[in-house]
Nanobody
Framework: QVQLVESGGGLVQAGGSLRLSCAASRRAFTSYVMGWFRQAPGKEREFVAAISWSGRSTSYADSVKVRFTISRDNAKNTVYLQMNSLIPEDTAVYYC?????????????????WGQGTQVTVSS
């Protein structure tokens, strides 16, 4: 069982930045691909970014590529999402997700663990 706790969300003006963090409880953190997904009101949860267990490989949704950066610190069992040049369309609840293995899936169904989410609101 993996417990995930997100933090770092908040209210920011368009063009601003936020850094989300996700702390994982399990020592075998390096066995998991970590992903960030988001869900806007009335919409399905969608893929944002994923990172391999080593941190050497990453994957992004086209809508956030260049603006967002995913990273991880395996010594701290933590994954991050640096979000720059935020736009109102980025407003959503952001969820940290984990899956075993090393395939950086963009499909939410492939992830077995998730946190409670953190709200990000971007004002225009």
């Amino acid at each position: 069982q993996v417990q995930l706790v997100e933090s770092g969300g908040g209210l920011v003006q368009a063009g601003g930045s936020l850094r989300l963090s996700c702390a994982a409880s399990r020592r075998a953190f390096t066995s998991y691909v970590m992903g960030w997904f988001r869900q806007a009101p009335g919409k399905e949860r969608e893929f944002v970014a994923a990172i391999s267990w080593s941190g050497r490989s990453t994957s992004y949704a086209d809508s956030v590529k260049v603006r967002f950066t995913i990273s991880r610190d395996n010594a701290k069992n933590t994954v991050y999402l640096q979000m720059n040049s935020l736009i109102p369309e980025d407003t959503a609840v952001y969820y940290c997700e984990a899956r075993s293995g090393n395939y950086m899936s963009k499909d939410l169904r492939d992830y077995a663990y998730w946190g409670q989410g953190t709200q990000v609101t971007v004002s225009s």
